[in-house]
């Protein structure tokens, strides 16, 4: 991979996301990020995407698997996760610098179909998170991207054109097969993200599991295992994931009180919502709520 490439893509992040912080850009699918220095863990639930970290070091966790992510790598959310992000190599001389793209699925179906690829759709998913080498045709095709940024003109016009190449070398580089999952209707992740989708839609509802799989076109053993390979983590306890996080934006975004909170996302217990709550984000809700008001810049989405 040329490091000069990686010093303009540095260079191009640096100047469009000056403070710390995620940076929303004049293209909607592409986000920015720069920190200073390392950051604690923060929960998020991340979409489908292409990350890579073009300066520092990140961490990002799914259930017990961690991945680490640098400039020699890229990598590739495939569903709606439930994930813990950290910056983990960052400093005033040398920033971490990051971008996220959001994969348009409508787009990547429509270019599969132009491409005519076999893809396979009853194969296993795997787990929704993979990484691969960073090569210099993607890495050329992201600084192209960034390049928009600055034409802002030429920008809407351009700028579908490079996301589709994004995503031609995405599905012809190392993740082609699970890549082609996301856009397969029929396939096993396609499945799962359908059962993804309805639980973050009911998540304050209780459920039954036949009721997701029905939902997902799946048997319920069929999904359980399926799911847990693609979220690190069963049904219920992905469900338990988005109730707490939902709640910890009510806390913190709308200033509600725990017990309001906890009976919005679905628990009938507010002393059973303090424990978990307590257990996932390392204090009770308004402990934990002050210390982000105080610390806004605690964490980093990209």
């Not at 991979?1 to 992040?13: D, R, V």
């Not at 194969?123 to 992201?142: H, K, N």
């Not at 910890?248 to 978990?276: C, K, M, N």
Request: aromatic share 4%.
């Amino acid at each position: 991979m040329p490091m000069n490439g990686l010093s303009e893509l540095s260079s191009l992040i640096d100047r469009f996301a000056p403070e710390d912080g995620s940076a929303p850009t004049a293209l909607p699918r592409l986000h920015l990020a720069r920190m200073t220095s390392p950051t604690q863990p923060m929960h998020s639930v991340q979409q489908p995407a292409l990350c890579i970290a073009a300066q520092g070091r990140k961490q990002m966790i799914l259930g017990d698997r961690i991945y680490t992510y640098e400039p020699s790598n890229y990598l590739l959310v495939s569903a709606d996760l439930p994930v813990v992000g950290c910056v983990m190599e960052a400093s005033p001389e040398k920033p971490y610098l990051g971008m996220r793209l959001d994969i348009d699925q409508s787009a990547l179906a429509a270019l599969m179909l132009e491409m005519d690829r076999n893809a396979k759709p009853n194969e296993a998913p795997g787990s929704g998170i993979l990484m691969s080498p960073l090569t210099g045709s993607l890495l050329d095709a992201a600084i192209r991207l960034l390049r928009l940024l600055e034409d802002p003109c030429g920008a809407p016009i351009l700028a579908p054109m490079i996301e589709r190449e994004i995503h031609y070398r995405l599905l012809t580089g190392d993740q082609a097969v699970r890549l082609r999952q996301i856009a397969l209707a029929d396939s096993k992740l396609s499945q799962v993200n359908r059962a993804i989708s309805w639980i973050k839609q009911n998540y304050a509802r209780p459920f039954r599991i036949e009721t997701v799989a029905a939902e997902a076109r799946m048997s319920p053993s069929s999904l359980h295992e399926h799911f847990k390979a693609v979220t690190a983590m069963s049904p219920l306890q992905y469900q338990k994931q988005i109730r707490l996080q939902e709640a910890r934006r009510l806390i913190v975004g709308e200033a509600v009180d725990a017990a309001t909170a906890a009976h919005r996302v679905g628990y009938d217990s507010p002393s059973q919502f303090s424990r978990e709550y307590s257990r996932l984000f390392g204090a009770p809700p308004m402990r934990d709520a002050e210390r982000l008001r105080a610390a806004p810049e605690i964490g980093v989405a990209v």
